[in-house]
C-alpha cells in the first residue's frame, strides 16, 4: 500500500534531519522538536504547516478518548536527545491525542506543554531549563501547563518544582507508563503530579503511536539498560532492561506495514541484548529476520548495538536477508584498553576488533558507525593515541565524538584525574580531523558506484532530491523527475564529500 506524501519541503527537511542525525564527525546533535499535527488515522496522509504520518494503531483499534473525556486542550512536545526520546514524544503523543487532546502549532498556543528531555551530557539537561524560562510568564498569566518529561525529569525529579515552580508536571523516563494517570490528576486540578519509578519490569505501551517520521518507523524493541558504563547516566534515568514480548513487536511491524511503511528501525540503548520475554524466546537475530520476513518491509535497522552481546548470529543475518541494511552502529567509547577498563565497557580493544572482523567478513560490505569519548578521567596522551589509532584500523564510516561529560550518580563523576575542558577540546579537534580524512578517503572510493536510495527530501532551492543508501549514507542527487518522494531509485555518486555523497538519478527508460 502506498502512502500518499503531500508536505511542505521545510517540515520534510525537518524530518530527515530529525530523525537522522546526520553520519559525520562531531557531537550528535539534539533533536529540535518533534511536531505533532492532528491525526490522520492510518491513511499517512500529511498535511498542514506540520507533518504527520500515519497513527499506528495498537491492539485495541483506533478508539480515541474514553466517553466523557474529551477535554478539547491542546499539546505540543519539544524533544531533545536521542532517536529513543524522539520515539518516546511520538507515544506520548499517541496517549494525549488517545485522550482527546490536539495538537497545537507551537508551543505559545498549546495548553499543556511538555519537554521531553535528555541529560547524557550536561549540555543538554541545562537547555531544558532554559526552555522553561521562556515560559514562566504564560504557565502564571494564561494557566498553561509546563510538564518535564524524560531523563532529566527522572534524574533530577522533585528538584524540577524547586528550580521552576511554574511547572506542574514530571514524569521520568522509567515511568511512562503512569503518564494516563498524571494527566488525569493535571485534569482535576492537581499542581504537582510526578512519576518516577525507577524500578519497573514494564514497558512503555500505547494503544495510538503518533509516528513523525513518514518515512522511517520506529519500534522499541527494549527499554533501560543492565550495563553500568561509568560515565553514563542511562541507567538511572531508564532503568533496568526490558524486552517486549516479540509477537507485540511482530503485529506492530505488520500494521506499519499495512499503513505504507517499509522501512522499520528497532531501537533500544543495547538493541541487541533483546531477549524475547514471551514463550517464543526469540534472540535478537531471530527478531530481525522475523521483523523483515513482514510483507512490505524493505528496510530494517537497528541501533544502538552493545559490542559485549554483538555476534556472529547477527552478522549471518545481515548477510543472508538483503531487507537487513548494511550498517551498523557499534559504540566503542575508548581505543585504550585500559581507558575502556575504566569506563566498565566489558570488552577489550582486541575483543572489540574481533567484532569488527565478523562484520568485515560478512558477503556484502557493512558500514561500520560508532561513538567515542575524550577526556575520560585520566585519559592520557598515549591513551587518547590509542583512540586514534583505531580509527585508522576500523575505517569507519562516521563517528559521534564527544567530550566527556561529568554526570551526577555516575562513578566515573568522582574518578581522580579530571582532564581540563581545554585539553579534552584539543583531543576531540584532532580526532575529529583525522576521521573526516578517513570518511573523505572512503566516500571517494564509492564514486561512479549505483546505489539504490529510499527518497526522504528535496532541496529545492538545489534543485537536489535526498535519500539513504541501506548503509546510511545521505545522497543528494539530481533528477528529472517530478515525485520520487517515498521511492525507491537508483542513483549513481558523480562526487563525495566526508558526509554524503552528490549523485544522479539513474531512470529507466
Ligand atoms: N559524557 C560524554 N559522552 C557521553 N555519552 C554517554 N555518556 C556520556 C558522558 N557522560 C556518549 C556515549 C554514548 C552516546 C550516546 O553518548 O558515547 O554512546
Ligand atoms: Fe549507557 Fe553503557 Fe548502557 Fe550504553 S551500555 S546506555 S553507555 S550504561
Not at 490528576?185 to 519497573?200: A, N, Y
Amino acid at each position: 500500500m502506498s502512502k500518499t506524501f503531500d508536505i511542505s519541503i521545510d517540515a520534510l527537511r525537518d524530518a530527515t534531519e530529525n530523525a537522522l542525525p546526520e553520519v559525520s564527525v562531531g557531537a550528535r546533535h539534539a533533536v529540535p522538536s518533534a511536531r505533532i499535527t492532528t491525526p490522520a488515522a492510518g491513511d499517512g496522509r500529511l498535511g498542514g504547516r506540520s507533518f504527520s504520518s500515519d497513527v499506528a494503531v495498537a491492539s485495541h483499534g483506533g478508539a480515541l478518548a474514553p466517553e466523557g473525556r474529551l477535554p478539547n486542550k491542546s499539546f505540543y512536545i519539544e524533544t531533545f536527545g536521542c532517536q529513543m526520546n524522539v520515539h518516546d514524544s511520538e507515544k506520548v503523543a499517541g496517549v494525549l491525542l488517545g485522550r482527546g487532546y490536539r495538537a497545537a502549532e507551537n508551543p505559545a498556543q498549546a495548553d499543556l506543554l511538555l519537554y521531553n528531555t535528555c541529560s547524557i551530557r550536561e549540555k543538554a539537561a541545562q537547555k531544558v531549563f532554559s526552555r522553561l524560562g521562556d515560559h514562566k510568564l504564560s504557565a502564571k498569566n494564561n494557566g498553561k501547563v509546563i510538564g518535564v518529561l524524560g531523563c532529566v525529569a527522572q534524574q533530577e525529579g522533585e528538584e524540577i518544582f524547586e528550580r521552576a515552580p511554574w511547572v506542574s508536571l514530571v514524569c521520568g523516563s522509567a515511568s511512562y507508563r503512569k503518564l494516563p494517570d498524571l494527566v488525569d490528576q493535571i485534569e482535576t486540578g492537581g499542581r504537582r503530579v510526578m512519576g518516577l519509578d525507577l524500578d519497573t519490569d514494564e514497558t512503555f505501551e500505547t494503544e495510538i503511536t503518533r509516528r513523525d517520521n513518514p518515512f522511517r518507523a520506529y519500534l522499541t524493541i527494549i527499554e533501560g539498560c543492565d550495563y553500568s558504563c561509568a560515565y553514563c547516566v542511562v541507567p538511572h534515568t531508564r532503568g533496568p532492561e526490558r524486552s517486549r514480548a516479540s509477537g507485540a513487536v511482530l503485529s506492530e511491524v505488520r500494521r506499519l506495514a499495512d499503513s505504507g511503511y517499509t522501512e522499520i528501525q528497532l531501537l533500544g540503548q543495547t538493541v541487541n541484548s533483546y531477549r524475547d520475554p514471551s514463550s517464543r524466546g526469540m534472540n535478537f537475530a531471530a527478531l530481525l529476520r522475523g521483523v523483515a520476513a513482514v510483507p512490505g518491509i524493505r528496510r530494517v535497522r537497528f541501533t544502538t548495538s552493545h559490542p559485549n552481546d554483538f555476534h556472529r548470529e547477527i552478522v549471518e543475518a545481515i548477510d543472508e536477508i538483503p531487507a537487513l541494511c548494511d550498517h551498523v552502529h557499534l559504540p566503542v567509547q575508548s581505543g585504550s584498553p585500559r581507558v575502556l577498563k575504566a569506563m566498565r565497557r566489558t570488552y577489550t580493544r582486541e575483543e572489540y576488533l574481533e567484532k569488527i572482523s565478523l562484520l568485515r567478513s560478512a558477503r556484502r560490505p557493512i558500514s561500520v558507525t560508532t561513538d567515542l569519548i575524550v577526556g575520560f578521567p585520566g585519559e592520557t596522551d598515549r591513551d587518547f593515541e590509542e583512540t586514534v589509532t583505531l580509527l585508522d584500523e576500523v575505517c569507519y564510516d562516521g563517528v559521534f565524538s564527544f567530550k566527556y561529560s561529568p554526570r551526577p550518580n555516575t562513578p566515573a563523576m568522582t574518578m581522580p584525574d579530571a582532564i581540563p575542558e581545554e585539553e579534552k577540546g584539543r583531543r576531540l579537534a584532532i580526532l575529529q580531523d583525522r576521521q573526516r580524512q578517513i570518511q573523505i578517503e572512503r566516500n571517494e572510493t564509492l564514486v561512479g558506484e549505483t546505489f539504490e536510495v529510499l527518497v526522504d527530501g528535496r532541496h529545492a532551492s538545489r534543485g537536489q532530491w535526498s535519500g539513504r543508501t541501506t548503509s546510511n549514507r545521505i545522497l543528494n542527487f539530481t533528477s528529472s523527475s517530478e515525485s520520487i518522494l517515498g521511492e525507491y531509485v537508483q542513483v549513481r555518486v558523480t562526487r563525495a564529500g566526508p558526509n554524503s555523497l552528490v549523485g544522479e538519478h539513474v531512470e529507466s527508460s
